[in-house]
Protein backbone atom coordinates (compact mmCIF):
# COMPACT_ATOMS: atom_id res chain seq x y z
CA UNK A 1 0.00 0.00 0.00
CA UNK A 2 1.17 3.73 -0.51
CA UNK A 3 -0.38 6.71 0.28
CA UNK A 4 -3.21 7.53 -1.73
CA UNK A 5 -5.87 10.14 -0.51
CA UNK A 6 -8.99 9.54 -2.06
CA UNK A 7 -11.11 12.51 -1.67
CA UNK A 8 -14.59 10.89 -2.99
CA UNK A 9 -14.07 8.15 -0.65
CA UNK A 10 -13.33 10.78 2.06
CA UNK A 11 -16.64 12.08 1.21
CA UNK A 12 -18.24 9.27 1.09
CA UNK A 13 -17.78 8.40 4.46
CA UNK A 14 -18.02 11.76 6.22
CA UNK A 15 -21.87 11.69 6.96
CA UNK A 16 -21.67 8.37 8.11
CA UNK A 17 -18.85 9.44 10.82
CA UNK A 18 -20.09 12.92 11.47
CA UNK A 19 -23.74 11.02 12.68
CA UNK A 20 -21.25 8.70 14.88
CA UNK A 21 -20.08 12.10 15.84
CA UNK A 22 -23.64 12.54 17.61
CA UNK A 23 -23.26 9.40 19.36
CA UNK A 24 -19.82 10.32 20.69
CA UNK A 25 -21.47 13.89 21.77
CA UNK A 26 -24.44 12.41 23.51
CA UNK A 27 -21.75 9.87 25.05
CA UNK A 28 -19.55 12.47 26.46
CA UNK A 29 -22.63 14.61 27.89
CA UNK A 30 -24.32 11.45 29.75
CA UNK A 31 -21.01 10.65 30.89
CA UNK A 32 -20.34 13.99 32.12
CA UNK A 33 -23.85 14.62 33.65
CA UNK A 34 -23.16 10.89 35.54
CA UNK A 35 -19.55 12.38 37.04
CA UNK A 36 -20.82 15.77 37.89
CA UNK A 37 -23.59 14.25 40.47
CA UNK A 38 -22.00 11.59 41.30
CA UNK A 39 -18.68 13.87 41.50
CA UNK A 40 -20.68 16.43 44.03
CA UNK A 41 -22.00 13.33 46.61
CA UNK A 42 -18.47 12.02 46.92
CA UNK A 43 -16.73 15.67 47.80
CA UNK A 44 -19.73 16.15 50.30
CA UNK A 45 -19.22 12.21 51.73
CA UNK A 46 -15.36 13.09 52.02
CA UNK A 47 -15.97 16.07 54.26
CA UNK A 48 -19.25 15.00 56.52
CA UNK A 49 -19.28 11.22 57.54
CA UNK A 50 -16.80 9.97 60.06
CA UNK A 51 -12.89 9.22 60.05
CA UNK A 52 -13.17 5.65 58.98
CA UNK A 53 -15.43 5.74 55.90
CA UNK A 54 -14.05 9.05 55.01
CA UNK A 55 -10.75 7.43 54.43
CA UNK A 56 -11.73 4.34 53.02
CA UNK A 57 -13.79 6.77 50.30
CA UNK A 58 -10.76 8.41 49.98
CA UNK A 59 -8.86 5.28 49.33
CA UNK A 60 -11.40 4.11 46.68
CA UNK A 61 -11.27 7.52 44.63
CA UNK A 62 -7.53 6.93 44.31
CA UNK A 63 -8.15 3.65 43.19
CA UNK A 64 -10.50 4.97 40.42
CA UNK A 65 -8.11 7.89 39.61
CA UNK A 66 -4.80 5.36 39.11
CA UNK A 67 -6.21 3.03 36.91
CA UNK A 68 -6.48 2.63 33.10
CA UNK A 69 -10.13 3.76 31.94
CA UNK A 70 -10.26 0.89 29.79
CA UNK A 71 -9.80 -1.93 32.30
CA UNK A 72 -12.39 -0.38 34.43
CA UNK A 73 -14.72 -0.33 31.10
CA UNK A 74 -13.75 -3.81 30.55
CA UNK A 75 -14.85 -4.92 34.12
CA UNK A 76 -17.83 -3.17 34.63
CA UNK A 77 -19.72 -4.53 31.14
CA UNK A 78 -18.14 -8.26 31.88
CA UNK A 79 -18.49 -8.45 35.48
CA UNK A 80 -22.18 -7.27 35.19
CA UNK A 81 -23.36 -10.94 33.74
CA UNK A 82 -20.86 -12.95 35.87
CA UNK A 83 -23.30 -11.30 39.58
CA UNK A 84 -26.33 -11.63 37.21
CA UNK A 85 -26.43 -7.87 35.83
CA UNK A 86 -26.53 -7.54 32.06
CA UNK A 87 -25.66 -4.28 30.91
CA UNK A 88 -25.30 -3.27 27.65
CA UNK A 89 -22.44 -1.67 25.68
CA UNK A 90 -23.68 1.93 26.48
CA UNK A 91 -25.17 1.73 30.25
CA UNK A 92 -21.49 -0.28 30.84
CA UNK A 93 -19.61 2.26 29.64
CA UNK A 94 -21.48 5.48 30.57
CA UNK A 95 -21.14 3.57 34.42
CA UNK A 96 -17.44 3.46 33.67
CA UNK A 97 -16.51 6.50 32.52
CA UNK A 98 -19.29 8.64 34.93
CA UNK A 99 -17.54 6.82 38.18
CA UNK A 100 -14.31 7.58 36.37
CA UNK A 101 -14.39 10.92 36.05
CA UNK A 102 -16.95 11.68 39.30
CA UNK A 103 -13.14 10.63 41.45
CA UNK A 104 -11.52 13.73 39.45
CA UNK A 105 -14.74 16.06 39.86
CA UNK A 106 -15.05 15.27 43.88
CA UNK A 107 -11.38 16.51 44.02
CA UNK A 108 -12.28 19.79 42.04
CA UNK A 109 -15.25 20.18 44.02
CA UNK A 110 -13.66 19.73 47.18
CA UNK A 111 -10.85 22.16 46.12
CA UNK A 112 -13.66 24.64 45.35
CA UNK A 113 -15.13 24.37 48.84
CA UNK A 114 -12.26 24.26 50.63
CA UNK A 115 -11.68 28.05 48.56
CA UNK A 116 -14.96 29.68 50.39
CA UNK A 117 -13.86 31.55 53.22
CA UNK A 118 -14.36 30.07 57.11
CA UNK A 119 -16.09 33.00 57.74
CA UNK A 120 -19.16 32.15 55.24
CA UNK A 121 -19.37 28.89 57.58
CA UNK A 122 -19.49 30.78 61.10
CA UNK A 123 -21.91 32.93 59.52
CA UNK A 124 -24.42 30.17 58.77
CA UNK A 125 -24.00 29.18 61.99
CA UNK A 126 -24.55 32.23 63.58
CA UNK A 127 -28.54 32.29 61.56
CA UNK A 128 -28.86 28.89 62.82
CA UNK A 129 -29.16 27.29 59.24
CA UNK A 130 -29.25 23.56 58.40
CA UNK A 131 -26.22 22.16 57.18
CA UNK A 132 -28.15 21.60 54.11
CA UNK A 133 -29.33 25.33 53.77
CA UNK A 134 -25.86 25.88 54.58
CA UNK A 135 -24.84 24.13 51.58
CA UNK A 136 -27.37 24.85 48.99
CA UNK A 137 -27.83 28.35 49.60
CA UNK A 138 -24.43 29.72 51.12
CA UNK A 139 -21.46 27.18 50.13
CA UNK A 140 -21.85 25.47 47.38
CA UNK A 141 -23.22 28.92 45.17
CA UNK A 142 -19.77 30.47 45.98
CA UNK A 143 -17.61 27.20 45.83
CA UNK A 144 -19.00 26.53 42.12
CA UNK A 145 -16.86 29.43 40.47
CA UNK A 146 -13.68 28.02 41.82
CA UNK A 147 -14.55 25.06 40.49
CA UNK A 148 -15.63 25.81 37.04
CA UNK A 149 -12.01 26.08 35.64
CA UNK A 150 -11.60 22.63 36.70
CA UNK A 151 -14.51 21.39 35.50
CA UNK A 152 -14.12 22.60 31.74
CA UNK A 153 -10.87 21.01 31.42
CA UNK A 154 -12.52 17.52 32.70
CA UNK A 155 -15.36 18.04 30.27
CA UNK A 156 -12.56 18.33 27.28
CA UNK A 157 -11.01 15.08 28.85
CA UNK A 158 -14.03 13.49 29.33
CA UNK A 159 -15.02 13.75 25.63
CA UNK A 160 -11.53 12.99 24.74
CA UNK A 161 -11.85 9.45 26.34
CA UNK A 162 -15.05 8.65 24.35
CA UNK A 163 -12.86 6.16 21.89
CA UNK A 164 -12.10 3.99 24.81
CA UNK A 165 -16.04 3.10 24.72
CA UNK A 166 -15.56 0.99 21.52
CA UNK A 167 -13.98 -1.30 22.77
CA UNK A 168 -17.09 -2.78 24.33
CA UNK A 169 -18.73 -2.13 20.87
CA UNK A 170 -20.54 1.40 21.96
CA UNK A 171 -21.30 3.24 18.33
CA UNK A 172 -19.29 6.07 18.76
CA UNK A 173 -17.00 7.82 16.29
CA UNK A 174 -14.23 5.22 16.59
CA UNK A 175 -16.35 2.45 16.35
CA UNK A 176 -17.31 3.88 13.25
CA UNK A 177 -13.96 4.02 11.96
CA UNK A 178 -12.84 0.86 13.12
CA UNK A 179 -16.10 -0.68 10.64
CA UNK A 180 -15.45 1.38 8.20
CA UNK A 181 -11.63 0.38 7.97
CA UNK A 182 -12.67 -3.53 8.46
CA UNK A 183 -14.92 -3.16 5.81
CA UNK A 184 -13.03 -1.16 3.02
CA UNK A 185 -9.54 -2.15 4.03
CA UNK A 186 -9.01 1.84 3.75
CA UNK A 187 -7.31 3.16 7.39
CA UNK A 188 -6.11 6.44 6.11
CA UNK A 189 -9.11 8.47 5.83
CA UNK A 190 -11.42 6.87 8.02
CA UNK A 191 -8.73 7.32 11.14
CA UNK A 192 -7.34 11.01 9.70
CA UNK A 193 -11.25 12.31 9.10
CA UNK A 194 -11.52 11.15 12.76
CA UNK A 195 -8.64 12.49 14.16
CA UNK A 196 -9.41 16.06 12.35
CA UNK A 197 -13.37 15.46 13.88
CA UNK A 198 -11.66 15.63 17.67
CA UNK A 199 -9.70 18.49 16.65
CA UNK A 200 -12.32 20.56 15.29
CA UNK A 201 -14.89 20.02 18.25
CA UNK A 202 -11.83 20.03 21.38
CA UNK A 203 -9.85 22.97 20.22
CA UNK A 204 -12.27 25.76 20.30
CA UNK A 205 -14.16 24.17 23.42
CA UNK A 206 -10.79 24.23 25.39
CA UNK A 207 -10.38 28.00 24.09
CA UNK A 208 -14.04 28.52 25.36
CA UNK A 209 -12.86 27.21 28.90
CA UNK A 210 -10.10 29.07 28.77
CA UNK A 211 -11.23 32.26 27.99
CA UNK A 212 -14.30 31.67 30.60
CA UNK A 213 -11.50 31.37 33.10
CA UNK A 214 -9.84 34.56 32.54
CA UNK A 215 -13.27 35.89 32.73
CA UNK A 216 -14.08 34.39 36.03
CA UNK A 217 -11.07 35.29 37.41
CA UNK A 218 -11.41 39.00 36.78
CA UNK A 219 -14.56 38.79 37.31
CA UNK A 220 -14.08 37.03 41.17
CA UNK A 221 -10.89 40.03 41.14
CA UNK A 222 -8.16 36.66 41.08
CA UNK B 1 -8.70 -17.11 44.07
CA UNK B 2 -5.80 -18.43 45.17
CA UNK B 3 -5.85 -21.28 42.39
CA UNK B 4 -6.69 -18.55 40.02
CA UNK B 5 -3.41 -16.96 40.84
CA UNK B 6 -1.43 -20.25 40.83
CA UNK B 7 -2.87 -20.96 37.27
CA UNK B 8 -2.67 -16.87 35.96
CA UNK B 9 0.18 -15.26 38.16
CA UNK B 10 3.11 -16.37 35.91
CA UNK B 11 1.13 -14.74 32.58
CA UNK B 12 -0.50 -11.46 34.92
CA UNK B 13 2.93 -11.29 35.50
CA UNK B 14 4.86 -11.74 32.13
CA UNK B 15 1.98 -8.60 30.90
CA UNK B 16 3.03 -6.33 33.65
CA UNK B 17 6.87 -6.56 32.34
CA UNK B 18 5.60 -5.31 29.39
CA UNK B 19 3.59 -2.59 31.10
CA UNK B 20 6.24 -1.74 32.59
CA UNK B 21 8.56 -1.53 29.79
CA UNK B 22 5.97 0.27 28.17
CA UNK B 23 6.12 2.52 30.65
CA UNK B 24 9.66 3.30 31.32
CA UNK B 25 10.03 3.60 27.33
CA UNK B 26 6.71 5.92 27.17
CA UNK B 27 8.29 8.24 30.06
CA UNK B 28 11.99 8.44 28.61
CA UNK B 29 9.74 10.11 24.84
CA UNK B 30 7.63 11.66 26.87
CA UNK B 31 10.26 13.47 28.73
CA UNK B 32 12.41 14.24 25.56
CA UNK B 33 9.18 15.05 23.56
CA UNK B 34 8.33 17.70 26.50
CA UNK B 35 11.52 19.55 26.91
CA UNK B 36 12.13 20.23 23.33
CA UNK B 37 8.42 21.13 23.40
CA UNK B 38 8.66 23.11 25.71
CA UNK B 39 11.63 24.90 25.39
CA UNK B 40 10.84 25.43 21.35
CA UNK B 41 7.55 27.33 22.73
CA UNK B 42 9.78 29.89 24.18
CA UNK B 43 11.79 30.04 21.51
CA UNK B 44 12.91 33.15 19.68
CA UNK B 45 12.58 31.80 16.19
CA UNK B 46 8.88 31.99 14.83
CA UNK B 47 9.35 28.45 12.59
CA UNK B 48 10.43 26.56 15.91
CA UNK B 49 7.90 28.43 18.15
CA UNK B 50 5.32 27.20 15.15
CA UNK B 51 6.25 23.74 15.35
CA UNK B 52 6.08 23.23 19.07
CA UNK B 53 2.75 24.62 19.42
CA UNK B 54 1.76 22.70 16.47
CA UNK B 55 2.90 19.44 17.83
CA UNK B 56 1.52 20.41 21.38
CA UNK B 57 -2.32 21.62 19.97
CA UNK B 58 -2.66 18.47 17.57
CA UNK B 59 -1.27 15.59 20.60
CA UNK B 60 -3.67 17.36 23.04
CA UNK B 61 -7.01 18.17 20.96
CA UNK B 62 -6.92 14.36 19.99
CA UNK B 63 -7.75 11.21 21.78
CA UNK B 64 -4.60 9.02 22.43
CA UNK B 65 -6.09 6.06 21.46
CA UNK B 66 -6.81 8.06 17.68
CA UNK B 67 -2.66 8.55 17.68
CA UNK B 68 -2.58 5.19 18.54
CA UNK B 69 -4.54 3.56 15.57
CA UNK B 70 -3.13 6.66 13.52
CA UNK B 71 0.49 5.73 14.47
CA UNK B 72 0.02 2.14 13.92
CA UNK B 73 -2.31 1.94 10.95
CA UNK B 74 -1.72 5.14 8.97
CA UNK B 75 1.99 5.77 9.08
CA UNK B 76 2.49 2.60 7.38
CA UNK B 77 0.77 4.13 4.45
CA UNK B 78 3.43 6.75 4.45
CA UNK B 79 6.67 4.35 4.67
CA UNK B 80 7.00 4.90 8.36
CA UNK B 81 6.49 0.91 9.72
CA UNK B 82 6.81 0.65 13.26
CA UNK B 83 6.33 -2.77 15.32
CA UNK B 84 3.61 -2.75 17.53
CA UNK B 85 5.50 -2.64 20.72
CA UNK B 86 7.98 0.58 19.24
CA UNK B 87 4.29 1.91 17.66
CA UNK B 88 2.86 2.17 21.56
CA UNK B 89 5.37 3.34 23.48
CA UNK B 90 5.49 6.11 21.03
CA UNK B 91 2.08 7.00 21.04
CA UNK B 92 1.90 7.03 24.44
CA UNK B 93 5.11 9.44 25.13
CA UNK B 94 4.13 11.74 22.43
CA UNK B 95 0.75 11.93 23.81
CA UNK B 96 2.07 12.64 27.12
CA UNK B 97 4.65 14.49 26.40
CA UNK B 98 2.48 17.17 24.64
CA UNK B 99 0.92 17.86 28.13
CA UNK B 100 3.73 18.06 29.83
CA UNK B 101 5.62 20.39 27.44
CA UNK B 102 2.87 23.22 28.80
CA UNK B 103 4.26 22.20 32.36
CA UNK B 104 7.84 22.85 31.44
CA UNK B 105 6.63 26.14 29.67
CA UNK B 106 4.93 27.14 32.86
CA UNK B 107 7.52 26.02 35.19
CA UNK B 108 10.23 28.46 33.12
CA UNK B 109 8.05 31.11 33.03
CA UNK B 110 7.54 30.72 36.89
CA UNK B 111 11.34 31.44 37.48
CA UNK B 112 11.64 34.63 38.72
CA UNK B 113 12.76 37.65 36.98
CA UNK B 114 15.79 38.32 39.31
CA UNK B 115 17.39 35.27 38.17
CA UNK B 116 17.23 35.69 34.64
CA UNK B 117 18.47 39.50 35.15
CA UNK B 118 21.24 37.74 37.18
CA UNK B 119 22.61 35.39 34.85
CA UNK B 120 22.39 38.15 31.84
CA UNK B 121 24.35 40.62 34.49
CA UNK B 122 26.86 37.90 34.47
CA UNK B 123 27.06 37.81 30.78
CA UNK B 124 26.12 34.37 30.39
CA UNK B 125 24.84 33.18 27.17
CA UNK B 126 21.50 32.61 26.73
CA UNK B 127 21.97 28.55 26.41
CA UNK B 128 24.17 28.68 29.35
CA UNK B 129 21.79 30.74 31.12
CA UNK B 130 18.81 28.18 30.75
CA UNK B 131 21.19 24.93 31.59
CA UNK B 132 22.53 26.03 34.66
CA UNK B 133 20.07 28.84 36.56
CA UNK B 134 16.83 28.54 34.75
CA UNK B 135 16.36 25.04 34.23
CA UNK B 136 17.20 23.51 37.83
CA UNK B 137 15.25 25.27 39.27
CA UNK B 138 12.00 25.18 36.88
CA UNK B 139 12.86 21.40 37.61
CA UNK B 140 11.71 21.43 41.37
CA UNK B 141 8.33 23.58 40.15
CA UNK B 142 7.72 20.63 37.66
CA UNK B 143 8.36 17.76 39.58
CA UNK B 144 4.94 17.92 41.20
CA UNK B 145 2.46 17.92 37.91
CA UNK B 146 5.22 15.26 36.89
CA UNK B 147 4.27 13.05 39.36
CA UNK B 148 0.40 13.53 38.45
CA UNK B 149 1.40 13.34 34.49
CA UNK B 150 3.35 10.11 35.40
CA UNK B 151 0.40 8.33 36.26
CA UNK B 152 -1.86 9.21 33.45
CA UNK B 153 0.88 7.69 31.60
CA UNK B 154 0.68 4.56 33.09
CA UNK B 155 -2.95 4.50 32.40
CA UNK B 156 -2.08 5.25 29.04
CA UNK B 157 0.07 2.31 28.40
CA UNK B 158 -3.54 -0.26 28.81
CA UNK B 159 -4.25 1.39 25.47
CA UNK B 160 -1.25 -0.57 23.76
CA UNK B 161 -3.14 -3.57 24.38
CA UNK B 162 -5.91 -2.50 21.54
CA UNK B 163 -2.72 -3.08 19.08
CA UNK B 164 -2.03 -6.94 20.18
CA UNK B 165 0.89 -5.34 22.15
CA UNK B 166 1.00 -8.32 25.03
CA UNK B 167 0.79 -5.88 28.25
CA UNK B 168 -1.19 -6.36 31.42
CA UNK B 169 -4.58 -4.99 30.02
CA UNK B 170 -3.73 -7.75 27.30
CA UNK B 171 -3.37 -10.65 29.25
CA UNK B 172 -6.34 -9.80 31.33
CA UNK B 173 -8.28 -9.85 27.60
CA UNK B 174 -7.16 -13.32 27.01
CA UNK B 175 -7.83 -14.72 30.16
CA UNK B 176 -11.43 -13.64 30.00
CA UNK B 177 -11.61 -15.05 26.55
CA UNK B 178 -10.41 -18.13 27.69
CA UNK B 179 -12.24 -18.50 31.17
CA UNK B 180 -15.29 -16.19 31.61
CA UNK B 181 -13.67 -15.37 34.96
CA UNK B 182 -13.94 -11.60 34.18
CA UNK B 183 -13.87 -10.04 37.99
CA UNK B 184 -10.50 -11.90 38.74
CA UNK B 185 -9.29 -11.54 35.49
CA UNK B 186 -9.83 -7.59 35.26
CA UNK B 187 -9.63 -7.37 38.99
CA UNK B 188 -6.20 -8.68 39.00
CA UNK B 189 -5.20 -5.91 36.44
CA UNK B 190 -6.83 -3.02 38.28
CA UNK B 191 -5.08 -3.92 41.24
CA UNK B 192 -1.71 -4.59 39.67
CA UNK B 193 -1.67 -0.93 37.58
CA UNK B 194 -2.73 0.33 41.40
CA UNK B 195 -0.12 -1.19 42.60
CA UNK B 196 2.47 0.16 40.53
CA UNK B 197 0.88 3.48 40.88
CA UNK B 198 0.81 3.66 44.15
CA UNK B 199 3.91 1.82 45.42
CA UNK B 200 6.29 2.69 43.14
CA UNK B 201 5.40 5.92 41.02
CA UNK B 202 3.90 7.94 43.82
CA UNK B 203 6.83 7.25 46.12
CA UNK B 204 9.63 7.48 43.20
CA UNK B 205 8.17 10.60 42.13
CA UNK B 206 8.25 12.11 46.03
CA UNK B 207 11.21 10.87 46.34
CA UNK B 208 12.96 12.93 43.29
CA UNK B 209 10.75 16.18 44.50
CA UNK B 210 12.35 15.87 47.98
CA UNK B 211 15.94 15.13 46.01
CA UNK B 212 15.73 18.19 43.66
CA UNK B 213 15.03 20.48 46.87
CA UNK B 214 17.60 19.53 48.75
CA UNK B 215 20.26 19.69 46.24
CA UNK B 216 19.05 22.89 45.49
CA UNK B 217 19.28 23.91 49.29
CA UNK B 218 15.28 24.25 49.88
CA UNK B 219 14.84 21.18 52.23
Redesign the interface.
Known amino acids: ???DWNWEFAFEILPRLLRATINTLIAAGVGYGIAMILGLVFALALRSSGRLPRTLLREVL??I????????I??IF??G???GITLSPWVAGMIAIGLHYSAYLAEVYRAGIEAVPRGQWESCRALNLTTRDSYVRIILPQALPHAVPGMGNYLVGIF?????L??IGVTEL?QA?NSI?SETYR??EP??L??LI??AL??PT?GLVRLGERRLRRKLGL | MWEFLQTYGPRLLDGALVTCAQFILAALVACVAALAAGLGRLSSLWPVRSLSVVYI??F????????L??IF??L????ISLPKFEAGFLSVGLNVGAYGAEIVRGAIQAVPRGQWEAGYALSMSPAKRMRRIILPQALVLMLPPWGNLM?EL??????V??IAVPDL?FV??QI?GAT????EA??A??LV??LL??VLITPAMRGLERAMARRLGRA
Open positions: MTFEFRSTPLVVQFFYVPQVKDTPMSVMAGFLYTVGFLSLA | ELRGTSLLVQYWFVPLFGILKGTALALMAKNFRSAFGALYYAR
